[in-house]
């Protein structure tokens, strides 16, 4: 390292300055100086598990004697976390628990009953003649699902608007493919296409029905209701609207996932108050910032100069790794939480085999800006097993509770992850930057006290 790393200092305070940032903001966005307008913007509020924030928790099911794949349950977790985020519940935590079983977790729903009568819902999407006359999105309409695959129009044979039954032309199972795709004028739409079965029908109908309105449908309420342009004879088409990414993408799992490919059942329910959560942050911070103060004062008093040095480093490594979780976004739950303070351990111990190097090499004779150098070779190869063999556990840990359903197990090895890396970063880059700003011009000899020699 140079003698004077001012440049490494300065990409170390303009990341420390990023995480302050994020970490004292709900909302980040990034304006373009030209015009004002909004070029990004996040939201990076800190996301709480079920455990500290309260909510419900579900294990659903698929009934005995149903047919059911890894796959199947795959796409069933997917469109039930789809109609949970319609409802307004963030941070859904779905995972599939073989052979037949998904966990769910909603956290800080207040309408627990609507949560479960969605989850339960098979699902039925249908393409719909409209004919002229399209209807509002959200309008609950009655159709002849059971005559789909025809290109004629039903009858109509009701004469209230309120009772009139559509036709239904086809339903979800005709499409094969779904994508999103920017606009040709801005925006985005969705692309699709059918299978081979259910394209002549799809031909026939919007060759007949050109300029007029063929409305998508799940489980009857209207999700979109788009103008036929010209006949589509390919089997493909594209859906065209005021579609932003978030919006397109959105659809595009609806219509994708319209249907459940297999029932669920919610076999077990129960809901967890707020204020045992509320109860568990307060003592999980508690407990955080009692262990990170034993720890900066024992490398203070110990180390001394050295030891300071480490306690800005470690506040540097708590500071980036909560901007890091909320970046992501990290669900903190009670495990997660003990996974990222035992990660501030694994930060202090790459320390100390760092200190202890130097503190040999200063015996020997080397100046302090050799025994730096010389310190952090030698202790690296144990800090990078040690962190490496942390980091191989938590690989496993999370394979093991993404298998099984197991999100507390799943948490605390995300968390304790992500800290290691960056209690590995902190350790080759900012504690070194920090002992060479800060130490390359003191004389060992004259101060020895301050290396605790």
Request: with cysteine; hydrophobic share 45%.
């Amino acid at each position: 390292m140079n003698r004077r790393p001012y440049t490494t200092l300065i990409v170390v305070l303009l990341l420390i300055a990023f995480a302050l940032w994020i970490n004292l903001s709900k909302t980040i966005t990034i304006t373009n100086p030209f015009n004002s307008q909004s070029l990004f913007t996040r939201n990076v509020e800190t996301r709480l598990g079920l455990d500290l924030r309260g909510g419900l928790q579900a294990l659903l099911e698929v009934p005995e004697g149903v047919t059911v794949t890894a796959s199947d349950l795959e796409t069933a977790k997917t469109i039930l976390e789809s109609r949970v985020n319609a409802l307004g519940v963030s941070e859904v935590n779905m995972q599939v628990a073989p052979p037949r079983r998904i966990v769910a977790e909603f956290p800080g729903i207040n309408n627990p009953e609507e949560v479960v009568a969605s989850v339960k819902q098979t699902g039925l999407l249908e393409f719909v003649d409209f004919g002229a006359s399209p209807l509002a999105d959200g309008t609950v309409i009655k159709t002849d699902s059971g005559n789909a695959g025809s290109a004629t129009p039903a009858t109509d044979t009701t004469t209230a608007p309120a009772d009139r039954v559509y036709h239904t032309v086809m339903t979800g199972t005709a499409l094969q493919t779904v994508n999103v795709q920017p606009g040709q004028t801005g925006g985005y739409e969705i692309a699709f296409s059918l299978t081979s079965d259910s394209s002549k029908v799809f031909s026939d109908y919007t060759r007949d029905n050109v300029n007029k309105f063929l409305a998508i449908v799940l489980d009857k309420k209207v999700i979109s209701a788009p103008r036929i342009n010209s006949q589509i004879s390919d089997g493909s088409g594209i859906i065209t609207g005021s579609y932003t990414q978030e919006s397109a993408n959105s659809f595009a799992v609806q219509l994708r996932y319209g249907s459940l490919p297999v029932p669920v059942q919610v076999a077990e329910s129960r809901t967890v108050g707020p204020t045992l959560g509320a109860e568990s942050v307060r003592k999980s911070v508690l407990a955080g910032a009692i262990g990170l103060g034993v720890v900066i004062l024992f490398m203070l008093l110990y180390y001394r100069l050295p030891g300071f040095v480490a306690d800005l480093a470690l506040v540097t490594y708590a500071l980036l790794s909560l901007a890091l979780f909320k970046l992501i976004p990290v669900v903190l739950t009670l495990p997660g939480i003990a996974g990222f303070i035992l990660s501030i351990g694994m930060a202090v111990d790459a320390n100390i085999l760092i200190f202890e190097r130097l503190k040999e090499e200063l015996r020997s004779g080397k100046t302090l800006r050799q025994a730096i150098d010389l310190g952090w070779q030698r202790a690296w190869p144990s800090i990078r097993d040690s962190n490496s063999s942390t980091l191989i556990t938590c690989a496993i840990l999370y394979i093991f509770g993404n298998t099984f359903g197991a999100s507390m197990v799943k948490g605390f090895s995300v968390t304790l992850a992500l800290g290691v890396i960056v209690s590995l970063f902190t350790a080759i880059i900012v504690t070194r930057t920090y002992l060479h700003t800060l130490m390359d011009n003191i004389k060992t000899v004259d101060h020895p006290r301050w290396f605790g020699l």
